[in-house]
C-alpha cells in the first residue's frame, strides 16, 4: 500500500481556490490516487480518483504530477461547506481496502 | 436510495463487555468493510466482507470479529472490550470489481467504554 504525505492543515478564503498537496513517492504504477474527505460528525465521502491523467468532476480537479509522485487536489471556488479533513490515498487496483492517513484539515473562512 | 446506514449510532459500555454493530449497505453493494476511527486519527481498516467470508483484515486482534448475512448487511462484533476500543465504527460499502470506483461510508457508530 502507498503511504501518503499530506500537511496537517491548510486556511483558504471563502470563494478563492485551494490546493491541497499530497506526495506518494512510493506509489506504484497501478496504484489509483484517490481524494476522500471527512466533514464534522460525517463518514468519509469520495470526492475524485485518478491513475494518470488529471481529472475533473463536479466536486474537484485532480492533478497529478508526471512521475505519479505527487498529487493536488483543487477545489476551484472553496465554500464553507468544504471545510473537512481531506484524504488522499493510494489504492491497489485490486482492493477496496483503503489506508488512510491523517490527512489535511482545511479551514475556510468568510 | 437510504445509502448506508448503520446502527446504533451511539452506545456506551463497560470494560469486558461485548458490542454489536450493525451495517445495511447501499442498495447494489455486494461488499462491506469495516474501519475503526479514534479520535483525531484516521480510520483504520479492520476487515471486509464478501459472499459472506472475510476477504481481507487489517491488523486487529482475534476479538473483532464480523458477519455478512445473505442479503449483504453486516454486523461488527467486540468483545473483551478495552478502554482503547473507544472510537467511531464506520461501515463502507462497494460493489465488488469496481476497485477503481468509490466507497460508500455510513456516518458510523460511536463507541465508548468506561
Known amino acids: 500500500d502507498a503511504k501518503t504525505t499530506q500537511p496537517n492543515s491548510m486556511e483558504s478564503n471563502e470563494e478563492e481556490p485551494v490546493h491541497l498537496p499530497c506526495n506518494h513517492s512510493t506509489i506504484s504504477g497501478t496504484d489509483y490516487i484517490h481524494w476522500y474527505r471527512q466533514l464534522p460528525s460525517q463518514g468519509p465521502e469520495y470526492v475524485i480518483h485518478?491513475?494518470?491523467s488529471n481529472v475533473n468532476n463536479r466536486m474537484a480537479s485532480l492533478a497529478i504530477a508526471e512521475d505519479r509522485k505527487s498529487s493536488t487536489l483543487i477545489l476551484h471556488r472553496a465554500t464553507l461547506r468544504d471545510a473537512a479533513v481531506y484524504y488522499c490515498i493510494g489504492r491497489s487496483y485490486n482492493t477496496d481496502k483503503l489506508i488512510f492517513g491523517t490527512g489535511t484539515r482545511l479551514q475556510v473562512f468568510p | 436510495d437510504a445509502g448506508v446506514t448503520q446502527s446504533p449510532t451511539h452506545l456506551i459500555k463497560t470494560r469486558g463487555q461485548q458490542v454489536t454493530l450493525r451495517c445495511s449497505p447501499k442498495s447494489g453493494h455486494d461488499t462491506v468493510s469495516w474501519y475503526q476511527q479514534a479520535l483525531g486519527q484516521g480510520p483504520q481498516f479492520i476487515f471486509q466482507y464478501y459472499e459472506e467470508e472475510e476477504r481481507q483484515r487489517g491488523n486487529f486482534p482475534d476479538r473483532f470479529s464480523g458477519h455478512q448475512f445473505p442479503n449483504y448487511s453486516s454486523e461488527l462484533n467486540v468483545n473483551a472490550l478495552l478502554l482503547g476500543d473507544s472510537a467511531l465504527y464506520l461501515c463502507?460499502?462497494?460493489?465488488?470489481?469496481?476497485?477503481?470506483?468509490?466507497?460508500?461510508f455510513g456516518e458510523g457508530s460511536r463507541l465508548t467504554v468506561l
Open positions: 485518478g491513475l494518470t
Open positions: 463502507a460499502s462497494s460493489h465488488t470489481g469496481t476497485f477503481d470506483g468509490e466507497l460508500f
